[in-house]
């Protein structure tokens, strides 16, 4: 099975950049599709973004398409998250998942079986 890590979070100002990384371990990377969730405090988990195996297909939330761009390099067993135009209602844990075939379009959380430990990303004002 995969492991997942992320990095890049810490604390950027509103209007500003932040690039999140997921690093896989433990199993063929190509072979799984990924997403970002991520989770307020209290609130519950939410979709942010999906990448298809091949990067073929990308989707993403309302709230964040045309600000975030979800990338992957199999090569490098790792998945990317470029975050542009943060807005303090971007704060939260962002977790990567993964999954080998999603029984839907892969934008629930019930879809995914591996999740990394998450990392913190604050917006400020």
């Known amino acids: 099975q995969v492991q997942l890590v992320e990095s890049g979070g810490g604390l950027v100002q509103a209007g500003g950049s932040l690039g999140l990384s997921c690093a896989a371990s433990g199993g063929t990377f190509s072979s799984y599709y990924l997403g970002w969730f991520r989770q307020a405090p209290g609130k519950e988990r939410e979709f942010v973004a999906a990448i298809t195996w091949n990067s073929g297909i990308t989707y993403y939330a309302k709230s964040v398409k045309g600000r975030f761009t979800i990338s992957r390099d199999n090569a490098k067993n790792t998945m990317y998250l470029q975050m542009n135009s943060l807005k303090p209602e971007d704060t939260a844990v962002y977790y990567c998942?993964?999954?080998?075939?999603?029984?839907?379009?892969?934008?629930?959380?019930?879809?995914?079986?591996?999740w990394g430990q998450g990392t913190q990303v604050t917006v400020s004002s």
């Open positions: 998942a993964a999954v080998l075939n999603p029984r839907g379009g892969g934008q629930s959380v019930r879809e995914y079986d591996y």
